[in-house]
């Protein structure tokens, strides 16, 4: 497997247990996401402890939980907390049910977009069955940066707009015939590797099975896959490998 410091563009070290957080696995370099405004309090103290790249944001599904009342203040403690991105954000249409949901959380996926801006910061989006939503809303919003759509499970032509779009589209290690359509016609350059740890798998490590499946796919031997998808997500997040 890869030599070199391979990273996780995403999971949520803010829900890992004591314990496996004094024990992460050596050699990965994990992008510890928030998404509510408890989650990024938490992520602000464990990266800064651990000191790895993070990004904050207040995600859709927290949105149709919490309301947006208390926008002005998250948005203002992601603004002071220097992160390396902005996210995660976005769309939901599977947690979203009704025209009233969806227009919610438009209208805080928007104020994350305008956040954004304000602070040069890239963009981690969640679109779970929204893809091409998401690109809509970038688009009307005039967006010129760089997003990461994160856990991407749309189709090749939604990875298509979004790298068109200046995009990079992150992979999970769990298969599926859109995501292998993916790994296929998209180039190695335009991908990272993620483990949306814990919840999809149990720790970083897991990153190793999105890397072997691209390289599967692909043809690329996986110490390469490891290599340019480290390369792309430090650039992406804006820090050293």
Not at 3 to 13: F, K, N, Q, S
Not at 80 to 88: F, M, Q, R
Not at 141 to 164: I, Y
Not at 197 to 221: F, H, K, M, W
């Amino acid at each position: 497997m890869a030599h070199g410091i391979l990273v996780d563009a995403h999971c949520h070290l803010d829900s890992f247990t004591k314990a496996q957080l004094e024990d992460l696995p050596h050699g990965i370099i994990p992008c510890t996401s928030g998404y509510s405004h408890g989650s990024n309090q938490k992520t602000v103290e464990i990266a800064k402890k651990l000191k790895v790249p993070f990004s904050l944001g207040i995600a859709p599904q927290t949105v149709l939980k919490e309301g947006r009342d208390n926008l002005g203040e998250w948005m203002q403690f992601i603004a002071d907390s220097s992160p390396n991105a902005v996210g995660e954000v976005g769309l939901d249409h599977h947690w979203g049910k009704t025209e009233e949901d969806f227009a919610l959380e438009e209208e805080v996926f928007r104020e994350m977009i305008l956040l954004a801006q304000s602070l040069k910061l890239p963009l981690v989006i969640h679109s779970r069955k929204a893809e091409s939503k998401c690109l809509d809303v970038l688009e009307d919003a005039g967006w010129k940066g760089p997003f990461m759509m994160h856990f991407f499970a749309g189709t090749l032509d939604g990875a298509a707009r979004a790298v068109d779009m200046g995009g990079i589209i992150s992979i999970v290690g769990l298969h599926a015939k859109n995501r292998k359509k993916i790994i296929g016609e998209i180039p190695l350059e335009k991908l990272v590797v993620e483990t949306d740890a814990p919840y999809v798998t149990r720790n970083i490590d897991g990153v190793l099975q999105s890397i072997r499946y691209i390289s599967e796919v692909s043809g690329i031997p996986e110490e390469e896959v490891g290599e340019v998808t480290a390369e792309n997500a430090a650039r992406f997040f804006n820090f050293h490998l």
